[in-house]
């Protein structure tokens, strides 16, 4: 499966972003997807992960409360709602698809698609 992540941009603290990510090349939608993010000078970390019926979610517990994971299969996308943000989460950040699972792992070296990253600047 093929992803693009896009929506990544420059916000001030407190403010709103929403990302995407489009899946390509594989017909059905019956696998667990994440997002993963990297800060400057640090290893990539998991975010956020849902499950392939969208009704599993699990997210990291920096982010919790904050971002919302969701996807509509019907348009083969994935979504992170990202709220109430602040400079630590400046970050490119990459959706990735885990297509040997129904249900999100956190590592992500069991991911086995990865979109190119979408750059987040928190900053005022």
């Known amino acids: 499966v093929q992803l693009q992540a896009s929506g990544g941009g420059l916000v001030q603290p407190g403010g709103s972003l929403r990302l995407s990510c489009v899946a390509s090349?594989?017909?059905?939608?019956?696998?667990?997807m994440c997002w993963f993010r990297q800060a400057p000078g640090k290893e990539r970390e998991f975010v956020a992960g849902?499950?392939?019926?969208?009704?599993?979610?699990h997210y990291a517990n920096s982010v919790k409360g904050r971002f919302t994971i969701s996807r509509v299969n019907a348009k083969n996308t994935l979504y992170l709602q990202m709220d109430n943000l602040e400079p630590e989460d400046t970050a490119v950040y990459y959706c990735?698809?885990?297509?040997?699972?129904?249900?999100?792992?956190?590592?992500?070296?069991?991911?086995?698609?990865w979109g190119e990253g979408t750059l987040v600047t928190v900053s005022s």
């Open positions: 990735a698809a885990d297509v040997d699972r129904l249900y999100p792992s956190t590592r992500n070296d069991e991911m086995s698609s």
């Open positions: 090349g594989r017909t059905s939608s019956s696998y667990a």
């Open positions: 849902i499950s392939w019926n969208g009704v599993i979610t």
